[in-house]
């Protein structure tokens, strides 16, 4: 029969994978909430116009459009910050500063590349607008670090960058927009052979082409990036951008994670996106990231409010295997499966209620309909069958 396929890129949840997912989302939410963050919710679609400037973090092919029955183009939204500014900007453009916001939901994405889960895409997020200084970038890393506490993952690590330090290299250079996208992917991916290509065939200094060469190898662990980065210090942006990085760095220590701390001297992220510090988390024997986040203050200004903002997004599938990975994903309820025949139904569910109020999950099931109960509570994962005669 046609039609019972998905799209490409599309893929049901079934049900121990689906229950997993919204045990995770649930501890990731009430984490946030328990910080300070007051949940948002905003449209499936947006208007194209919304993401079709020179600040969207996604490339306008990679955006699913479509036009509505005004004649508007109207996208799958490719990203949950920028609607989370959109409110910012209109809606709570009154409210009073900081001001802190979680999300959830699904983004859309033509290309199905970020986050390794096709063009659906997952994230619970975290933004908070209007905080001061370094501390803003401080304590989205460490809410960042402790989602992954909250997920039971323990084993992973948090990349931090500037966007400052690239910026500052390019000022001392002359080089077309499309030559500078071309070698800020070049050295965000660590393509280190295609970078060395490009960077040969550049006109200018030689000891620049050294240094866009060898910044992608200005990444690990802290003491040792610190220990030399004075090579790639070429202006006075590029020393702000690093002094800055080592002083979140410090503080961010000092609350525990040191070791699961990494300097990425070279990361890129979206430079028309991040106006500062960058970061991204992985999660070891997950492939893709699972947290990225960083500065964006310029894109409130785009939009009419000059404040500062800084934010992440966690990409729920790649947290969910992570979790299994370290199987910290648990149902804590106990689960009942209780049977009843024709003549019991009422008692059987005067005992289903009276469970669900100790907070088990009772499930009423006909004994016509099941031929085996014990088999059918092993399949199932209940931890208790009941029999009504």
């Not at 990231?289 to 934010?311: E, M, P, Q, W």
């Not at 003549?343 to 309909?369: Q, T, W």
Request: glycine share 8%.
């Amino acid at each position: 029969m046609q039609g019972l396929e998905i799209p490409q890129g599309m893929r049901d949840i079934l049900m121990d994978e689906s229950e997993k997912r919204t045990i995770l989302t649930e501890k990731l939410l009430h984490y946030m909430q328990s910080c300070g963050l007051n949940r948002i919710e905003t449209p499936l679609f947006e208007y194209y116009e919304l993401f079709s400037g020179d600040i969207t973090p996604v490339d306008d092919e990679n955006i699913i459009k479509s036009i509505d029955r005004d004649g508007r183009v109207v996208v799958l939204r490719p990203d949950l910050t920028i609607p989370s500014v959109r409110v910012v900007a209109t809606k709570l453009k009154k409210e009073q500063k900081p001001l802190k916001l979680c999300y959830m939901g699904n983004v859309y994405r033509a290309d199905g590349k970020i986050g390794g889960t096709g063009r659906e895409i997952c994230q619970v997020g975290a933004e908070i607008y209007g905080s001061s200084g370094k501390w803003l970038d401080i304590e989205t890393i460490g809410m960042a670090e402790e989602s992954f506490k909250e997920a039971g993952v323990k084993d992973y690590k948090i990349d931090i960058g500037h966007g400052g330090i690239i910026k500052g290299i390019f000022e001392e250079l002359s080089l077309p927009e499309e030559k500078k996208a071309c070698i800020i992917e070049l050295i965000g991916s660590k393509n280190l052979v295609e970078l060395e290509k490009e960077a040969a065939n550049l006109d200018i200094d030689s000891r620049y082409k050294k240094l866009i060469c060898k910044l992608p190898l200005f990444f690990g662990k802290p003491e040792e990036i610190f220990k030399s980065i004075d090579e790639i210090i070429v202006n006075a942006r590029v020393r702000e951008a690093v002094d800055y990085l080592f002083e979140v760095y410090e503080v961010v220590r000092k609350m525990g994670p040191g070791q699961n701390l990494i300097i990425d001297a070279g990361m890129t992220g979206n430079m028309k996106y991040y106006t500062g510090l960058i970061f991204r988390a992985y999660a070891q024997r997950t492939g893709d990231v699972v947290i990225s986040g960083g500065r964006y203050d310029r894109l409130l200004k785009v939009l009419g409010v000059d404040t500062t903002a800084a934010g992440f997004a966690i990409y729920v599938d790649g947290m969910v295997e992570a979790a299994q990975m370290e199987n910290s994903i648990r149902q804590n309820k106990h689960k009942v499966l209780v049977v009843y025949r024709d003549n019991s139904f009422i008692e059987a569910l005067e005992y289903s209620r009276n469970c669900r109020k100790r907070g088990k999950i009772a499930s009423l099931i006909n004994r016509k309909d099941v031929a085996d109960p014990a088999q059918y509570c092993k399949q199932y994962g209940y931890d208790e069958l009941t029999e009504f005669e």
